[in-house]
C-alpha cells in the first residue's frame, strides 16, 4: 500500500478543469514540497510542478499545484487531448527517509 | 542543452549483479544531487535511491537497502547503481534523474534520462 494516495483515475473533457488530489501525512506532505510528473505512454517523466505550487519554464499557466495540510493538488484547466497522460505526485517522507511516489492518476479526455 | 543517459541494462539471471551508468552533460554535475527511479512493466514510478552531489549522503528505498549501491564519478560526469542479487521484482526500467543543486538553482527532479531496461529472468 502506498504511502501517498492518488485518485487511479480521472476525466474531462476538452476545455474542463480536473483536479488530482494527493494525500499523505505529517511526515511527508505536512512538512515537504511536492512535485507533480507528468507521464506520456513509453515516454520519461516531465515535471509540471515543483516546491508546491512552481512552475518551471515551459509549463503552461493552465497548469497549476497548490498544498494545504497533508494534502496537494495538481489542477489542469482548458483540458486537451494531450493532457492525457499518467500524473504523479512525489515528496521526501521524514520517517523513511526517503522519497515516495504516489501510484499515479490516469487522465483521460472524453 | 542538459542531458542524461542511461546504459548498462539488459537480460540477466536472478541472483546475478548489473552495474547500471548514468552520463550527464550540459551542466555541472557535481554541483548536483542525483536519483535513481524505477518503474515496473506497467506500474508507477518507484524512487531507489538518492545521492549527493559530493558522494558522501546516500539514500534508499527499504526494499533494495543492502543490494543496491548508488555512486557517482564526478571526474566523469557518471551517476552508477550496482545491483547485487537480482530478483524478478528488480525487473523495471530505471530512469537517473537530476536532484537539487548546491546553489539551489533548479527545483529537485528537473531532468530525466530515457532510462535502461533491466529484465531479471531464469
Known amino acids: 500500500q502506498s504511502v501517498l494516495a492518488q485518485p487511479p483515475s480521472a476525466s474531462g473533457t476538452p476545455g474542463q478543469r480536473v483536479t488530482i488530489s494527493c494525500s499523505g501525512s505529517s511526515s511527508n506532505i505536512g512538512t515537504n514540497s511536492v512535485n507533480w510528473f507528468q507521464q506520456l505512454p513509453g515516454t520519461a517523466p516531465k515535471l509540471l510542478i515543483y516546491s508546491n505550487n512552481q512552475r518551471p519554464s515551459g509549463v503552461p499557466d493552465r497548469v497549476s499545484g497548490s498544498k494545504s495540510g497533508t494534502s496537494a493538488s495538481l489542477a489542469i484547466s482548458g483540458l486537451q487531448s494531450d493532457d492525457e497522460a499518467d500524473y504523479y505526485c512525489v515528496v521526501w517522507d521524514d520517517s523513511l527517509l526517503g522519497y515516495v511516489f504516489g501510484p499515479g492518476t490516469k487522465v483521460t479526455v472524453l | 542543452q542538459v542531458h542524461l543517459v542511461e546504459s548498462g541494462g539488459g537480460v540477466v539471471q536472478p541472483g546475478t549483479s548489473l552495474r547500471l551508468s548514468c552520463a550527464a552533460s550540459?551542466?555541472?554535475?557535481?554541483?548536483?544531487?542525483m536519483h535513481w527511479v524505477r518503474q515496473a512493466p506497467g506500474k508507477g514510478l518507484a524512487w531507489v535511491a538518492h545521492?549527493?552531489?559530493?558522494?558522501?549522503?546516500?539514500y534508499y528505498e527499504d526494499s533494495v537497502k543492502g543490494r543496491f549501491t548508488i555512486s557517482r564519478d564526478n571526474s566523469k560526469n557518471t551517476l552508477y547503481l550496482q545491483i547485487n542479487s537480482l530478483r524478478g521484482e528488480d525487473t523495471a526500467l530505471y530512469f537517473c534523474?537530476?536532484?537539487?543543486?548546491?546553489?539551489?538553482?533548479?527545483?529537485?527532479?528537473?531532468?530525466w534520462g530515457r532510462g535502461t531496461t533491466v529484465t531479471v529472468s531464469s
Open positions: 534523474a537530476r536532484g537539487h543543486s548546491i546553489y539551489g538553482s533548479a527545483p529537485n527532479m528537473d531532468v
Open positions: 550540459g551542466f555541472t554535475f557535481s554541483t548536483y544531487a
Open positions: 545521492l549527493s552531489h559530493d558522494g558522501i549522503h546516500k
